[in-house]
Every structure is written in C-alpha cells, then in structure tokens.
C-alpha cells in the first residue's frame, strides 16, 4: 500500500531540509521525496500549508504498565501520544514490578508491538527495584533491546553504586539516563524553594539539589567514558555544568520537559496539584537559563515526562499530591505556542529538539525523512488555535498544568510505520 | 477613623493577603463592638441564631479552637467541634468528603485548621458555605493576624512607619507569614531575625529587613512578636542546641531593653518559657500576650458575624 504526501512543508534537521515536496511511503517505508510525484497511490494526504516532519519522539514517558493501569496503560497511554503527533515514546521503569529484569523489557515491548499505537522503547531499571543497591541485570535487558537504563523517580544515592554501574553499562554500549536530584536536599521541601515559597508557606527544595546531583554524575561519566542523559534538567546551576562538562568533551546530554519551559512557580501559588512536579517548577531566571541552553545546544531535547496519575490522586492537598502530570497530548501545542509563535525558535529547531535530535541520542532509528526511513511522521498546522480541554485527552491522567490554555499549532495526522494513526485530533482504529 | 464601607458577606477567609486595608478596618471597628459583648454580665447575642459553624480541626489547637467555639455561641449559632482523630478522617476519609460530608447538614461556616498549607484554598473550592481558615501549615492564620492587629491598634499604635520584628522561626511559622502580609500591606518596616536555618530564602522579597542578631532586629522597634519555636527544629538539627537557642535568639528583659519603652510583646502562644521568651518578659507590663487571647475571641466573632450575616444585624448586637 502507498501514500503519498503532497505539497507538504518538509522540515527535516536530518537533512537539513525545509522545502516544499511531495513524499511517497510504502509498506512503511519512505520511498521517495522530491519536488513533485506524480505517481499513483492508494491515499493521498493533501499537506499543503501544513508542516511534515520527521516523527515527534519522546524520550520521557511513563506508561504504568505492568502494575498501576489505573493511572494508564500501553494502550491509553500510545493513543495519547498518538494524539498528541508522537511516533515513537521511551517509557520509565518505576512500574510495579520495577524493569529490572528482561522478561519485563520484552513483554512490555511485545504487547506494545501488539497493542500499542505508536513505537515504544523501553528503558530499563539501574539497580533491582530501583533500590540504589544492587544493579539491575543491564546487560540481559540490553539484549531484549532496552534502550538505555535508569532509576528514574530515584537519584541512586550511593556514589558507589552509580560508578560502577556507568562502568558495567559500558560494554553494552548504553546510557545511563540519570533522575539527578540529591536526595536528602529534596526531601525537605514540595516546590522550588524562592519567592512564591517563602510567600505561601509551602517548604521549599532548593535548586542547588540538581546541580549537586547533576555535577557527581558528569564527574562519573567524565571519569568512565559511559554516556550519561540527564533527564528533566531544570535548573541554570545543572545546564551550567553540563555546558562546561560538553565543552571538555564528556559524553553527557540532557533533556528538557515542556513544563520546565514554559511555567514557573508562580503557578504553584494557587496550591494547584496540576504543578506538582519533580523537579520542580522553578523560577523566571531558571527558565530563561533552559532556553537559552535549548538554544546552544546544551540541552538536546524536549520530553513530556508524562506522568499520568489517577485522578482521585491529584484531588488532594498540594503536599500530600504525587509528582507529575500527563503531557503527551499538549506538548507540541504549548511548545509551538510558547517559543515558536514567540519567534523565539524556529521550526526546524523545534523538529530538531522533539524528533532528530532525541532519536540520535539514543541512536533509534526515527528522527528522520530520508528514503529508506521509517515512515513515521508528524504532520503540523502552525497556525491551528485550540484550546486544552483535559476531557478531550486520551491519557487516562487527566490533570495537566494547562487546563484551558489556548494554544496555536497542532499536529493534526500522526504516521506511524506508513499508517495513519491520528487524524485531525481523532485517534484512528489500528 | 472612616467607616468602613467594605463587606465580607460570604467571603471565605483564607489569609490576609487577599484582604484589603478596608476590610481589615471593618472586622476592627465590629471587633470593638463585640468586645463590649464579652465584657457584659450575660455574653449572649442572638445574631447567630439558627446558624451552625463547625470547628474541622486536624491539628492539636487549644485556643483557637475554644475561641472560635465561644466566639460563635456568644453570638447564639450551634457549633460543632470535630477533630480529625476521633472521626471518619482517621479512618482515611479525603478532604474532599470530610468537606461534602459536613456541607451536607446544613452548616454554615466551617472554621479548618489544617497542617497542610493551601487546605484551607482546597476546602473553598469544595465547599458553598464559608470556609474561615484557622491556620494551614505555614501558610496562613489570619484570626491571628486580625487579633494581633486589633491588640496593636488598642494600644493606640498606627502601623504606618512603625518599626516592627519578628523574632524566630519564620520558616515554619503561618503566624510571621500573616502578619508580614498584613503589617507590609498597612506601611509598617518589618524586621525578621532568627536562625538562618529558620528563615526562609528570598524573604527580603516580601518586603521585610533580615537581621543576622535579634539584637539589631530589637534596636528600636514599637512591636516585638515572638514566634512560637517547635523543638522538633531542634531535633531535626536546624540549630544546636535549646540551651543555644535561648542564649543567642531568646529575648530576655535585657535584649528587650534595646526596643521602644512602650514596646508591645506579642507571642501566638503556647510559650516556651526559658526558651524563646524569658519568663520575665512573658509576664512584664509590655506583654500583650494575654490580652491577645481576649481580643481573639472578640475577632473571631466579629468575622464569623461579618461573614455570616453582612454585619447587617450590627444594632442587635449592641
């Protein structure tokens, strides 16, 4: 079966491409790309005035499967990224039972090749329960095809454990993707610690906890070679440190979350448990320090961290509220609306941070629209005002810090291995 | 002093931030009128009569608690106390429920006290009748900034330009958070000082002057309030030693020496004799800890009453 694209903006950072052409898929497969095709296909998808990009990828979600699908599960959770134009997600082991082991890479991988309606990768577990204690069979879940390993929700307190863990990791070649907040520092407190705590009371975790954390973790990966991603990096003192660290040429990238972006604390002074996050919403000043390393290219990508939570589990007080929300179904909205409209980053930065560059992070074989590619594609109106409507998603969690934001941009059709599996917001049978 | 024009019909009281200088002046100019109620033979007014106010308390409270409590029967409303540890929240009732449960009959003002900051918010979005915050973690205790402020105002004291510390700790305190709020907000110069450990990052940003010695903190202030200081501080090792605390942070007679004359004491109560307040300043002529407590229940219905009624029955209560 054939589809042919046509008239599409292509924007493709692999290729350094942003022209308008036409593009073939076949039996999910790119097969051609050129000004004009006139061939014949099945289906044809009319792309003029809309953007065809290579598909979004996210390298931080959680999918809550196996053990908590009250929260969400591989197909609640691939349907919503589906929705949202994300091809390919990479999902957290903080399930229950923990990754930790490669009959659970393989089962998660099995049933979302069965079920799911997007790509997923699974990340699997440093240390056994993501305890910080013992490590985690890395190299048997390295050959069930984990992508990388990681104690996500835990910083893996023993400077020990984490040495040689980056060492044992290194003969399989993979990352270590580190939730790099120390501990005893973020325990004392529920926000960024700064004004709006100081005014409402809530204890606050100062920011220097990521930058302890993130500084131990370069100096390893410095002194091991082993790659180290730093997820969700949200304070200037961390992307400081990773900028310096990127400049003595240590193996370390980093991601940052579509929140961290674009909210601050002054959206925890209504004690909305839609801003309860790890790390935390921190200030202007962290904020403008975020972009401007999304910019220099310290940081390497944007992630959701969708964080789907049930929603009698947010209906509480703030302290008493878990971390995180769900993102997957706002992230190319917000981001469009946000530093794109803004003139603040281009598209093709944008497809840069949310597609090529994430997937060569990790090396998956996504990112790009060059023929012989996968046929994943997000397909973009810029111009599409919305408006986040938490009953519309698809996401089992609903509580998002953007309830009611009125966004422009939307992925209206997301491919998916040459299939279509959103169109116009509307998630299409498998 | 002008009449207030302001009303706080159905107002939720949640912290004194969100009130304006006009309404501060209304629930002062009521409270006059109802600590004349508490000094008659028989404290009884019907005001509040058919109203019920329930007292949800998930926190230890003595004062607070009983002065809301009489506060409404003086008034003539029925009031319930319900306290989180003997009732369906120990069986693991949410917020949510406790709230809609006790809406459910008929209330018509529910007075929280509550550990978490932002409950008291939480409950106001839940709840139609009106919420009174009794105090939120270390957010807010605005009965206590109101009483405080009534307790300054009787001693003749205007705010603006006044110099006023707080001694302590800030950190966990809802009670420095309230009157730094409403003292800021009426043109007073607050002055914080206590262990650094104890005081919160980025407080210049409210609008107050941080102090490395309560020495320089005293030097000259009209109003003097020590905070309460929890000695699970202590234990958590924010500072050394009580012996420590009592030497370098407590205010004894002598540092007292260093404010005003006429400096008015203030202490939110239960005191740590020895500890944060000497004995001998707890009970000296300056300390208005006492009269704190009389003027809290005259506050407290005169918010109940505002809230409840509109003030519009203010010539019943005369």
Sequence with gaps: MKTLIKHGRIVDPSQNLDAVMDLMVEDGVIIALEKEINEQAEEIFDAKGLVVAPGFVDLHTHLREPGIEAKEDIVSGTKAAAAGGI??????PNTKPVVDSSIIVSGIKERAAKEG?????????ITKGQEGKELAEMGDMAMSGAIAFSDDGHYVDSAHTMMVAAKYVSAFDKALICHDIETELNNEGYMHEGVVSARIGVPGIPSISEDIAVARDAIISEYTGTHVHVAHIASKGAVDIVRQ???????ITCEVTVHHLTLTDEACANYSTATR?????????????LRAALKDGTINAIVTDHAPHAPEEKDVEFRNAPNGFCGLETSIGVILTELYQTNLFTINEIVGKMSTEPANIFALNAGSLKVGKNADITIIDLNKEWTVNSMNFYTKGKVTPYEGKACKGKAVATMVAGKFVMRDGVVCAR | MAKATASLSGRDILDLDSMTVEEYELVMQTATEMKKIMKRDIKKVPSLRGKSIINLFYENSTRTRTSFELAGKYLGADVVNITASSSSVAKGECLRDTILTVQSM????????????????????????????AGDGAHAHPTQGLLDMFTIREQGKNFKDLKMTIIGDVLYSRVARTNIAAWTKLGADVHVAGPMT??????????VTVHKRVEEALEGADVVD?????LERQQKGLFPTPREYARIFGVNEEKLKLAKPDVTVLHPGPMNRGLEISWEVGYCDNAAIRTEVQNGVAVRMALLFLTLTGGKQIENAN
């Design chain 1, 87 to 92: 091809t390919r997600i990479a999902c957290m």
């Design chain 1, 117 to 125: 309606y997007v790509h997923v990768e699974v990340i699997g577990a």
């Design chain 1, 245 to 251: 660290a990127k400049k003595r040429g240590v193996n």
């Design chain 1, 277 to 289: 996050v790890s790390p935390p919403l921190r200030s202007q000043d962290h904020v403008d320090a």
């Design chain 2, 106 to 133: 008929a209330c018509d003002a529910i007075v929280m006290r509550h550990p978490l900051e932002g409950a008291a918010a939480y409950a106001a979005k839940v709840a139609t009748p009106v919420v009174i915050n």
């Design chain 2, 198 to 207: 104890l005081l919160p990052r980025d407080i210049e940003a409210l609008g």
């Design chain 2, 226 to 230: 020590i905070l309460r200081i929890q």
